[in-house]
């Protein structure tokens, strides 16, 4: 089963298969404006997280199908805390004081 969200006007996209739910990577990477193979390589390294990402073929996407990295959604907040929020990475990161 396909999912699609909207959030901030990005496409995301979660499938969910006999192990749980899983959301495709690259089109968050992609949306928060950072170097996609940087963060694939950074999911492949960490023990935890590499254990919960898998190549899912997708009926839809750009260009028709294709296979996308997709992350075991219960990780993608673990994910979520690797990534270096310094003010260089992104005009996505607002700060405030």
Sequence with gaps: MCSRCDP???????FENDDGTF????????????DWNG?????????ILSEG??????PFGRGG???AVCLKLDLVN?????IDT????SPWFTFTS
């Design 53 to 58: 990402m898998c190549v899912m073929h997708i």
């Design 65 to 67: 199908n294709q296979d």
């Design 8 to 14: 901030c006007g990005d496409d995301l996209y979660g």
């Design 78 to 82: 673990g994910w979520l805390f690797t």
């Design 86 to 89: 310094s003010p260089s990475l």
């Design 23 to 34: 959301v495709a990577l690259k089109p968050i990477v992609e949306s928060m404006g950072m």
């Design 39 to 47: 963060q694939y390589q950074r999911v492949k390294r960490d023990p």
